[in-house]
């Protein structure tokens, strides 16, 4: 069965730093990747995502995330972390197999310390 | 255009009440999907609807639950005799098409709590 793993729950970064958020998966052949984030009070945004192709992806806000088949993983980053980025980040996949069910990890809540 | 709208934005209500959440999705998109999410999880598959097509209700946890979409427009999930394992948040999402793998765009959510 698919799934997905966000091992870190809470990450705290200092306003500039870089950033890396993991999310590892489940799944036996090439899935679908993506990375949302959710703001307070707010509903979820599509910051990227991976179909095929080229294996480094950029989406809004400054973000990438890469895709690496090896590690069945496919981790969020960004250079310079901007305090507005203080939010949820969820990791989703969709299998060849699975229909149309998105499967998403738990999240990674994003403080962001001045 | 206008996104994805859910109402009511929260909703308190007693043990053993029917609840109905709505869903308006965007002009439009032929896809909706219901999904909960419980406070610290992840969101959890509930129910999706692709046009006039059978919904997939592998999602619902229980007979309780139930949704509704008429053509391409609004959807209702409906929760009967609610438990207070049913308090989080109810989030829905459409998207164009419906087929894989169609970018999502939720609504605000629906925040359910269950006394």
């Known amino acids: 069965a698919q799934s997905v793993t966000q091992p870190d729950i809470h990450i705290t970064v200092s306003e500039g730093a870089s950033l890396e958020l993991r999310c590892n998966y489940s799944?036996?052949?090439?899935?679908?990747l993506f990375w949302y984030v959710q703001s307070p009070g707010q509903g979820l945004q599509l910051l990227l995502k991976?179909?095929?192709?080229?294996?480094l992806v950029q989406g809004i806000k400054g973000f990438e995330a890469e895709f690496k088949r090896s590690q069945s993983s496919f981790n969020l980053r960004k250079p310079s972390v901007h305090w507005s980025d203080a939010a949820e980040y969820f990791c989703?996949?969709?299998?060849?197999?699975?229909?149309?069910?998105?499967?998403f990890g738990t999240g990674t809540s994003l403080t962001v310390i001045p | 255009g206008a996104g994805v709208s859910q109402s009511p934005s929260n909703k308190v209500t007693e043990k053993g009440k029917d609840v109905e959440l709505r869903c308006d999705p965007i002009?439009?998109?032929?896809?909706l999907y219901w999904y909960r999410q419980r406070l610290g999880q992840g969101l959890e598959f509930l129910i999706y609807?692709?046009?006039?097509?059978?919904?997939?209700k592998s999602g619902l946890p229980s007979d309780r639950f139930s949704a509704e979409r008429t053509g391409e427009s609004v959807s209702t999930l409906t929760i009967q005799r609610t438990q207070q394992e049913d308090s989080a948040v109810y989030l829905c999402?459409?998207?164009?098409?419906?087929?894989?793998?169609?970018?999502?765009?939720f609504g605000p959510g629906t925040r359910l709590l269950v006394l």
């Open positions: 989703a996949v969709v299998g060849s197999n699975t229909g149309n069910q998105f499967y």
């Open positions: 002009s439009g998109h032929t896809a």
């Open positions: 609807f692709q046009g006039n097509s059978a919904p997939d």
């Open positions: 799944y036996g052949a090439t899935p679908y």
């Open positions: 991976y179909f095929s192709g080229d294996t």
């Open positions: 999402a459409s998207s164009t098409r419906g087929g894989r793998p169609e970018t999502q765009y």
